[in-house]
Nanobody
Framework: QVQLVESGGGLVQAGGSLRLSCAAS????????MGWFRQAPGKEREFVAA????????DYADSVKGRFTISRDNAKNTVYLRMNSLKPEDTAVYYC?????????????????WGQGTQVTVSS
């Protein structure tokens, strides 16, 4: 069983930055692909970024490419999402997710574990 706990969300003005963290429990973090997704009110959950087990391979949604950076620290069982140049359309609840002992995916249904989410609100 893996538990994921996100933190770092909040209210920020457009153009600002935030760093989200996702702390994972359990012994399989370093062998799990990790992803970040987000869900805005009235919209479906969408892929934001993902990272391989080693951290060497990363993938981003086109809407965040060049502004967001995903990273991980396997010694700390933590994955991060650095968000720069935030826009009002980035407002959403952000979730981290884990593919247990498997490679990452761009599809939410491939993930085995989810955090509770952290709210990010970008004001114009």
């Amino acid at each position: 069983q893996v538990q994921l706990v996100e933190s770092g969300g909040g209210l920020v003005q457009a153009g600002g930055s935030l760093r989200l963290s996702c702390a994972a429990s359990g012994p399989t973090f370093s062998s799990s692909g990790m992803g970040w997704f987000r869900q805005a009110p009235g919209k479906e959950r969408e892929f934001v970024a993902a990272i391989s087990q080693s951290g060497l391979i990363k993938d981003y949604a086109d809407s965040v490419k060049g502004r967001f950076t995903i990273s991980r620290d396997n010694a700390k069982n933590t994955v991060y999402l650095r968000m720069n140049s935030l826009k009002p359309e980035d407002t959403a609840v952000y979730y981290c997710a884990a593919v247990d002992r498997g490679t990452y995916s761009l599809m939410a249904y491939d993930y085995d574990y989810w955090g509770q989410g952290t709210q990010v609100t970008v004001s114009s």
